[in-house]
Nanobody, 127 residues
Framework: QVHLVESGGGLVQAGGSLRLSCAAV????????MGWFRQASGKEREFVAA????????WLGDSVKGRFTISKDNVKNLVYLQMNYLRPEDTAAYFC????????????????????WGQGAQVTVSS
């Protein structure tokens, strides 16, 4: 059974940093591309970042470019989202997601591209 478990969320002041981790259990991790999405209260889910199955390619949403980075450890079955220069508008529940794929590129920004989702980690940025 596949499980994705996010950790590392919390409360941080504007301008600070957090690193989210997502641990994957029950899947062949190097066959999966991974994504991060977020959903603020009362808003639609938003694409944040994605990384290819090998980690060789990654993509970021426009609102986080230059501040967030995504990385993948295929030995430890972990994907990370490093968030720097956090803003109050980054406050949201952050979800990791997994998609099995044979290709490096895929429709990474669409939530429907992913088969598995974690339960979410809350990130709150105070002004």
């Amino acid at each position: 059974q596949v499980h994705l478990v996010e950790s590392g969320g919390g409360l941080v002041q504007a301008g600070g940093s957090l690193r989210l981790s997502c641990a994957a259990v029950g899947l062949t991790f190097n066959s999966y591309a991974m994504g991060w999405f977020r959903q603020a209260s009362g808003k639609e889910r938003e694409f944040v970042a994605a990384i290819s199955r090998t980690g060789g390619k990654n993509w970021l949403g426009d609102s986080v470019k230059g501040r967030f980075t995504i990385s993948k450890d295929n030995v430890k079955n972990l994907v990370y989202l490093q968030m720097n220069y956090l803003r109050p508008e980054d406050t949201a529940a952050y979800f990791c997601a997994a998609r099995v794929t044979n290709y490096e590129s895929f429709p990474y920004a669409s939530g429907s591209s992913y088969s598995y989702w974690g339960q979410g980690a809350q990130v709150t940025v105070s002004s």
